[in-house]
């Protein structure tokens, strides 16, 4: 949810988006079914990979601001962390290929990180939320695999990430979870919340 709410254009209300938070809907694709089956395939790869074991963990909760959680794929010694996609748009080719096809956009086709991609953003924020100093990156297929180490970014995560999470728990998710309108069937608030316009204070909470 990192990079939906960081992109998220500030004409847009958030209704939908905390709906989708708060009151979430069973969902099943073949593409998350692909992923869910594959994923661990993936991890075994990458372990033989990179000759080092890769530790399972939960969900990690911010320390210093509680609202904010993450759940790596993977903990890599003390300061590493994994994260696998298993993108199933470019499940019959290897990595590469789907970069050039576009199937896979993380990457342009020269191979230089997007940063502006919601996946960058969910590492930026497992990074930040973990304290860990970097993040293996792992795309697979059954074709190939590629990998990408990429470092925390604190001016990144400061200026692109941190007031726009704020201001959306402030403004629009805290305001449904201290007077949850759903469960008085009637809609949610659909607050266009702008970045340092009339942001609301701790006082004012």
Request: hydrophobic content about 35%; some cysteine.
């Amino acid at each position: 949810m990192f990079g939906v709410v960081c992109r998220q254009k500030t004409s847009t209300g958030c209704k939908s988006l905390v709906g989708t938070i708060l009151y979430p809907k069973p969902f099943h694709s073949a593409a998350c079914d692909y992923g869910n089956k594959f994923e661990p395939v993936a991890r075994s790869t990458l372990e033989k990979i990179i000759n080092q074991k890769i530790e399972p963990c939960g969900l990690f909760i911010d320390e210093e601001q509680p609202f904010l959680a993450a759940s790596p794929d993977g903990l890599i010694g003390d300061r590493g962390l994994l994260e696998i996609k298993c993108p199933y748009s470019a499940r019959d080719m290897t990595p590469e290929e789907g970069i050039k096809q576009r199937k896979i956009t993380f990457w342009d086709k020269n191979g230089v990180i997007n940063i502006k991609h919601k996946w960058y953003y969910q590492i930026q924020g497992q990074l930040h939320v973990t304290r860990r100093i970097y993040c293996v990156f792992c795309v697979w297929t059954p074709h190939g695999v590629k990998t990408e180490t990429i470092f925390a970014d604190d001016s990144f995560w400061s200026i692109e990430m941190e007031t726009h999470l704020v201001s959306f728990y402030k403004k629009c998710l805290l305001p449904e979870i201290v007077d949850p309108r759903v469960a008085r069937n009637m809609p949610i608030r659909n607050i266009k919340h702008k970045i340092n316009e009339n942001m609301i204070t701790d006082q004012q909470l």
